[in-house]
């Protein structure tokens, strides 16, 4: 085994943000295996966590983000560390999370990671051997069981909506819900909305996983994404949600301002791609309104949708990514990184290096050697 690593977790800092990026199970499982935790004081607590959860599983809790920081071998994070915590990161330190390092607005972190030498796993491109990525897929299928929820909740008067039901009543036909994406977060938002008694219609531009949802979810009408059958769908859809990203990459724009001026009356749209950009032209991130209105349509594009059930979603992650911490732990993150293919494809900076040919294409910077 390798010597002890000390794993460190931050509060996390984005507006609407919840989760954390450990539970105290999380951390337990950590420790029993010989490492350390350290945590920054409250930083489960609006996940419903408490500093004496975690202290009793042996974490030791540190009163700021800076102490965290200096103390940690592996930085782990639900997101990437933001302007204010960029320059608390140590030299030759790994930072892991779901760090969007093909965004624009990650120039800052891109130019601290070169210069400190650091390791930068992203989450989000953890892939398996089988494609299957396990951490990305964890949190999208609750943001599209979330996004369904908070539909309903929306659609009730005391929502902000005119007071309709998903499932429609005796003599009242059901709402249309036209989800577009048939990955994880489009599959659980067509079961959610199912389950809620509304007609439900997917679209994809992959057969295959559309032939997956169809066979999974009876009842669940399904199309190839072309601009006829996006027309169509788009038209008639009460409820419009986009579960469309490319891992790595600015979500792709699949819905048209034009197709959005043709929404029925009181229609919604809810863009599970905002956090990558969006992929409806007129989707905007908003933290501070509930919803907008854009072209007539109302519009819930919140980042960070897991946040909404933060406990839930916070096990769900921490589950999901334990495996790759225990692998670190074990063997030590230069050798996990070459031993783990899972964890070499997400890693996107190796010693600082850049080793990830989706970021330079985007952001025009060299792949190291």
Do not use: W
């Not at 000390?6 to 295996?33: N, Q, S």
């Not at 990525?133 to 996004?147: D, K, Q, T």
């Not at 027309?231 to 490319?246: F, G």
């Not at 225990?326 to 900076?349: D, F, H, K």
């Amino acid at each position: 085994m390798n010597s002890p690593t000390t794993f460190g977790v931050m509060r996390e800092i984005l507006p609407r943000e919840r989760r954390v990026a450990l539970t105290p199970d999380g951390t337990e499982r950590l420790i029993a295996a010989g490492h350390s935790v350290v945590m920054e004081t409250r930083a489960g607590e609006a996940a419903g966590f408490h500093d004496d959860d975690y202290r009793a599983m042996g974490t030791t809790i540190a009163l700021s983000n800076r102490e965290v920081s200096q103390a940690a071998d592996v930085l782990v994070k639900v997101h990437g560390p933001g302007p204010s915590e960029m320059e608390m990161l140590s030299h030759g330190c790994t930072i892991a999370g779901f760090l969007h390092l093909s965004n624009q607005s990650a120039d800052g972190l891109r130019a601290i990671i070169r210069e400190k030498e650091i390791n930068a796993i992203a989450f989000e491109l953890l892939e398996e051997n089988d494609g299957s990525r396990p951490v990305l897929e964890a949190v999208s299928a609750i943001g599209g069981r979330v996004a369904v929820m908070l539909a309903a909740q929306s659609l009730l008067s005391s929502g902000g909506g005119a007071g309709r039901l998903l499932g429609g009543a005796p003599g009242v036909p059901p709402l249309n819900v036209v989800i577009i994406g048939a990955g994880a977060a489009g599959e659980a938002a067509a079961r959610e909305a199912q389950g809620m008694g509304a007609r439900v219609s997917v679209l994809d531009r992959d057969s295959r996983a559309l032939t997956r949802v169809a066979r999974r979810i009876d009842g669940t009408l399904t199309a190839v994404a072309s601009r006829r059958h996006l027309d169509r769908a788009v038209a008639t859809a009460d409820v419009l949600i986009c579960a469309v990203a490319t891992a790595g990459r600015p979500a792709p724009k699949i819905v048209s301002r034009r197709q959005v001026r043709s929404m029925p009356s009181d229609a919604m749209i809810i863009d599970m791609s905002v956090d990558e950009g969006g992929c409806c032209e007129t989707s905007r991130p908003h933290t501070k309104e509930e919803s907008y209105i854009e072209e007539g349509v109302r519009h819930l594009c919140v980042p960070n949708l897991p946040s909404e059930v933060a406990q839930t979603a916070s096990i769900a992650f921490t589950n999901a990514i334990l495996p790759f911490l225990v692998a670190m732990g074990e063997s030590g993150v230069s050798t996990a990184l070459s031993s783990e293919p899972p964890l070499y494809r997400g890693a996107v900076y190796i010693k600082g290096c850049l080793r990830n040919a989706v970021v330079a294409e985007l952001t025009g910077e060299k792949m190291g050697t």
